[in-house]
């Protein structure tokens, strides 16, 4: 770079002097017709002596014009090596993958905009690689409840030789498939950007299809759970993001609760609420203003902290709110739009 500014700095300066010239010897000229006596005595004398004089002083003027234009282009073309070098080290920083690129301010507009447009590119780089990874732990986080339940009858169903026992943990097995099918379908669909309204979605059967899948596991801890409140209410939710938020609840009421788990729903005002809570210790003090954001987690039960910030995305995607509205013991509330039904 700093050999072709060179280059262009010095035809820049010939062309200067080579136009210096010209002036002056037009102006020259314009002596000779204005004032002839004056110039013809100065060559007269010895016109050979008098040529090299015009060439000396025409060569000169031509000499300092090219190097005051030289000398004047200086501070710019070290401005323009400093700004293109910058350019060249934010473009080598965006091809070895970094996010966090400082636009270069160098005030020529194409190097700005070459620079504004790598630091955009990498920002949505950065923002599309972390959606990606949350989409994956999300899914993670999802399949992973509906296939432990899964496996836990898969093993009821090994472990006995009673036909009825066995067709009633197939038919619930099934049911599990199902809904994991849904649950991929719901990912699908998210990645796909599906929108519009939510569905309207019965809480009872929803309820009573997780007291089914849960069962197992508190009885293994020798809990229970227990739901209470208004029946035969409908809301707006997809069934698996319901289905979802309140498995959360209930697998964080299993890993770091105690005693009963209480499902109470009733209706306030236009919306439902849906109220799970428990009998143990709660959320600590400094733990519970950020108990929804991801990777916050006590560090029980192998918990990535990913449950109740998925949970509350859900609820959120479905026009409705998770929120801890008691920390000791702890009990969560989830707000949902309530449907007419027919």
Not at 162 to 179: C, H, N, S
Not at 248 to 261: A, I, P, Q
């Amino acid at each position: 770079m700093r050999r072709v500014l060179d280059r262009m700095a010095l035809v820049t300066a010939a062309v200067c002097a080579g136009l210096v010239v010209l002036l002056s010897t037009a102006v020259v000229a314009w002596a000779v017709t204005q004032q002839p006596g004056t110039v013809t005595a100065w060559i007269a004398s010895d016109p050979s002596v008098g040529v090299a004089r015009f060439g000396a002083v025409m060569l000169g003027i031509g000499a300092l014009s090219g190097g005051a234009a030289y000398v004047a282009t200086r501070g710019t073309r070290a401005h323009v090596e400093q700004s293109s070098q910058e350019l060249v080290h934010l473009a080598t920083r965006f091809a070895a993958g970094e996010a966090r690129l400082t636009p270069v301010h160098s005030d020529i507009d194409e190097i700005d905009h070459v620079s504004g447009v790598m630091t955009r590119r990498a920002h949505d780089m950065t923002k599309s690689l972390a959606a990606e990874r949350d989409f994956a732990a999300d899914a993670s986080h999802q399949l992973r409840t509906p296939l432990t339940a899964l496996l836990m009858r898969l093993e009821e169903i090994s472990e006995t030789d009673d036909a009825e026992v066995v067709k009633e943990e197939a038919t619930i097995a099934i049911a599990q498939v199902e809904r994991l099918t849904r649950v991929v379908d719901d990912l699908l669909g998210r990645t796909r950007g599906a929108g519009g309204p939510s569905p309207a979605v019965s809480l009872d059967s929803v309820i009573a299809a997780l007291q089914r899948e849960w069962q197992p596991a508190f009885e293994h801890a020798r809990r229970s759970v227990r739901v209470r409140g208004e029946r035969g209410l409908f809301v707006r939710s997809t069934p698996v993001a319901l289905s979802q938020v309140l498995s959360t609840l209930l697998e964080n009421s299993l890993v770091h609760g105690r005693g009963t788990v209480d499902v109470h729903a009733r209706r306030s005002g236009p919306s439902v609420i849906i109220e799970v809570s428990d009998q143990g210790d709660g959320v600590p003090a400094a733990m519970a203003p950020h108990i929804f954001e991801r990777s916050v987690s006590s560090g029980a039960g192998g918990s990535t902290g990913l449950g109740l910030a998925l949970a509350r995305d859900l609820a959120e995607s479905n026009g409705g709110r998770l929120d801890l509205v008691q920390a000791q013991p702890a009990r969560f509330a989830l707000f949902l739009s309530e449907a007419e039904t027919d």
